[in-house]
């Protein structure tokens, strides 16, 4: 398994778990990824304010980098299962990341669409919860970006590019 997730060199992962860490730095959550990590990321504590927990943190946390993991299991059984027959196949680290970025806002739209008290009722999210999940720290004038309805990722950027050299 940690092979597939973390060292193989014949998928995207290592790329897209730098994604995924650009993204959680912008959480103000350093991260060093391990098959430990991943395994447990519903499980980790990150500090607060005042010695606290970071619950907002964690929880971005959580989805980040559980949707990375299963999107590096999806592209290796695609790879592996899908394409078995064609060895030279490969996707294009294009197209591996944009299926990443997809996934990232997916999650954003479903956790906005679970907002909505109307169809949810009592079990709708908090929309404080979903906007300190989203919120890029780094940024927080895209809060009125992330009011105006599902679209574009909260402060993305070009993740592609930043942070890697």
């Known amino acids: 398994m940690d092979h597939i997730l973390v ?44 010695g606290g927990r970071n619950a907002l943190s964690e929880r971005a946390f959580t989805i980040v980098v559980s949707e990375t993991a299963f999107l590096i299991w999806k592209l290796r059984c695609e790879k592996r299962i899908e394409h078995a027959d064609d060895p030279d196949w490969s996707m294009t680290q294009e197209a591996a990341e944009t299926r990443w970025i997809n996934a990232i806002e ?49 402060g993305i950027g070009d993740i592609r590019t930043e942070g890697v050299g």
């Open 7 to 50: 060292a193989c060199p014949d998928g995207h992962g290592k790329r897209l778990w730098r994604m995924a860490q650009v993204f959680l730095l912008h959480k103000r959550v350093p991260t060093q990824i391990s098959i430990g990590l991943i395994m447990g990321c519903g499980a980790v504590r990150l500090p607060g304010l005042g």
């Open 106 to 154: 997916a999650r954003l739209r479903q956790d906005q669409a679970l907002t909505d008290k109307a169809m949810f009722g009592k079990r709708a999210l908090p929309e404080w919860l979903v906007e300190g999940t989203w919120l890029d720290l780094t940024n927080p004038a895209n809060l009125s970006h992330f009011r105006r309805g599902p679209g574009v990722l909260v």
